[in-house]
């Protein structure tokens, strides 16, 4: 492995070399004729490619600080006409990006302290120009605009007076009147979720928490998931209470399923039982009593596990051994000649199955009208497919029309069925697995109902 790996990595070496070498010679002739910027950037490709090219690092040296030097000229035209501080600003920020770019491959540029100094003088004429500039259209509530004025102030100098402050507030201020307004137009859902970006970047920016507790509390949608009905009462029992389950993990502020002891209780002080409400009459009755907007009811049509039998069926193989036979091509030696004897082996197959059938209803007890309604069928199943050998596992051949089948896609069919699991997973643990997949889909299918009824 080391010799190999020493290998590429000299390979890779050599290739690194080898381009940068010509590079730094098209890099000579356009500096000879003339072409320093151009030569500059071809020496700066070839110190990339190879940091140790003395040559390359000479000439960059060089047509790089020609090219330097062009770029502080720009900076010191547009210092000394004052008639745009931002294109002074950026010209000498290009020019310093240059210089710390080359910087990097260990060739260092000179920038005269004069340029510094000038630099340092118009970028704080600039930061009080901006500032002021940021001021007015916080002002003007021009908040977007304001925005992007102090976020330039704080890439130019972090910390520049409050003006990190006033960048937060221009982005935070916009989305508190937005949710604001939101809670006042009865839209609950967007003014939680602008008022929640607010507390998310400040946590204490006025009144922003209290007001998102407001539209959570105004929007919330209380949502009673009565008994299940159906034949197999421990299976309805079950998927009742997969689904308050489902429910309660919904990730949706507004969702709020009603405590299950509570709807105990009030079902048996209504005398409706625990055994599924037998209509929607009594529904709405007990909906209303639990303080809830709407009544989940649910009933299991069909519940059925399906153990499967163990079925067995004996093959025809080949097993594999070698004999020692005499070498006709050299007299006096042996080989080794693989031969195969007919033998037989054992295939197992077994399926477990599941299947759920289920409809359920969401019944607004405002209204009285039936928001959702669906049927959901629901199937798991689950199979153990595999061989047993009691000889040679390593040494056994399928067979093919009485033959010995020596394709490779056969013999490695018949090794999987040979190492496969036997095992086969229950109908109670598929049973658990469907319920749960029906009854995620149905919440899914309401919290997108709620989404539809809170914007």
Known sequence: MRPTLALLLSAGLLVACSGSKPLAKKAAKLDAAGMYAEAADM???????????????????????????????????????????????????????????????????????????????????????????????????????AEAVFGKIGALEPGYKDAGNLQNIAYLEPLYRSGREALEQGRYRKAYNDLARVIEKDGGYKDASALRAQAQEKGRYAIAVLPFGGSKKDQAARMQAYATTALTEVNDPFLKVVDRENIKRILEEQRLGMSGVVDEASAVSAGKLLGAQAVLMGE?????????????????????????????????????VTKYKPVKYTEYYQENKVVVSFSYKLVSLETGEVLLSRVVDQTKDDHAYYATYDGNKEALMPARNGLVETANNARRDLRGLLNASREVRSTAELGNEALRGATAGMASALQQELANKIP
Do not use: C, H, W
Request: proline share 2%; glycine share 8%.
């Open 43 to 145: 020496y700066l490709q070839s110190v990339i490619r190879n940091t140790r090219n003395v040559d390359a690092k000479i000439g960059l040296k060089k047509t790089g600080q020609m090219l330097l030097n062009d770029k502080l000229g720009e900076f010191f035209k547009a210092f000394s006409v004052g008639d745009s501080k931002e294109q002074a600003v950026n010209a000498y920020l290009n020019a310093k990006a240059y210089a710390d770019r080359v910087g990097q491959y260990g060739v260092v540029l000179d920038v005269p302290a004069n340029y510094t100094s000038d630099f340092q003088q118009v970028k704080g004429e600039y930061l009080v120009q901006l500032y002021d500039q940021g001021q007015e259209l916080m002002a003007k509530q021009d908040f977007k605009g």
């Open 300 to 336: 299991l049509i069909d519940y059925r596990e399906e153990v499967g039998q163990l079925r067995r069926s004996t093959k025809d193989g080949f097993e594999s051994y070698q004999v020692k036979q005499a070498d006709p091509n050299n007299p006096g030696q042996f080989m080794l």
